[in-house]
């Protein structure tokens, strides 16, 4: 099984800031990788998938990177909506999911 | 709009079976290209895909759940349903329904989720 590593588990940023997420896989899953938005009281929401892609009405400042074993989730300009847990996924290998990443309000 | 909507008992005894059925509205289970899911959470611990169901039949499992789970789509209830045998406590767990894109395998619309209990 693929395990995904998500760091770090807790980001304290401001609005306005940069948030960089980091989702590190056990083997290569090449960019079969995905991106989902957690809020409370909700279901994930899909952000990006194939590491880079935005899905349908994601805002740009959400982009994502990398390929293989390392990747990135980078949120420009931190909106108050934005501040939710994030989680990656991989696709290559079955379907698992990284332990995730809260994005607070500093 | 395709929205999902989780409904079941939220305790459940240990040794019977969880039963949860995922209601599809804005859009149909028969569309080609979907599998529809079952996703969990036990609390503070991460997602686990459960299994998927395709409408016209095909399905997979998680291995570890495979013996006891069961996926089926009701089309004509426009529905989804899992049902998962001899519960024990370690499947307490936010559970989820979720659309799979069948060309990419990302799941693209969930359920808010719905908590289950298994305790006696």
């Known amino acids: 099984e693929i395990v995904l590593t998500q760091s770090p588990a807790t980001l304290s940023l401001s609005p306005g800031e940069r948030a960089t997420l980091s989702c590190r896989a056990s083997?290569?899953?090449?960019?079969?990788l995905a991106w989902y938005q957690q809020k409370p009281g909700q279901g994930p929401r899909l952000l990006i998938y194939d590491a880079s892609t935005r899905a349908t009405g994601v805002p740009a400042r959400f982009s994502g990177s990398g390929s293989g074993t390392d990747f990135t989730l980078t949120i420009n300009s931190l909106e108050p909506e934005d501040f939710a847990v994030y989680y990656c996924?991989?696709?290559?290998?079955?379907?698992?999911f990284g332990g995730g990443t809260k994005v607070e309000i500093k | 709009q395709l929205q999902l909507q989780e409904s079941g008992p939220g305790l459940v005894k240990p040794s019977e079976t969880l039963s949860l059925t995922c209601t599809v509205s804005g859009g149909s289970v028969s569309r080609g290209s979907y599998y529809w899911t079952w996703i969990r959470q036990p609390p503070g611990k991460r997602l686990e895909w459960i299994g998927y169901?395709?409408?016209?039949?095909?399905?997979n499992y998680n291995s570890y759940l495979k013996s006891r789970v069961t996926i089926s789509v009701d089309t004509s209830e426009n529905q989804f349903s899992l049902k998962l045998t001899s519960v024990t406590a370690a499947d307490t767990a936010v559970y989820y329904c979720?659309?799979?894109?069948?060309?990419?395998?990302?799941?693209?619309?969930w359920g808010r989720g719905t908590p289950v209990t298994v305790s006696s």
């Open positions: 169901k395709y409408y016209s039949g095909a399905s």
């Open positions: 979720a659309r799979m894109r069948g060309y990419d395998w990302y799941f693209d619309v």
């Open positions: 083997q290569n899953v090449n960019t079969y």
């Open positions: 996924q991989q696709r290559s290998d079955w379907l698992t």
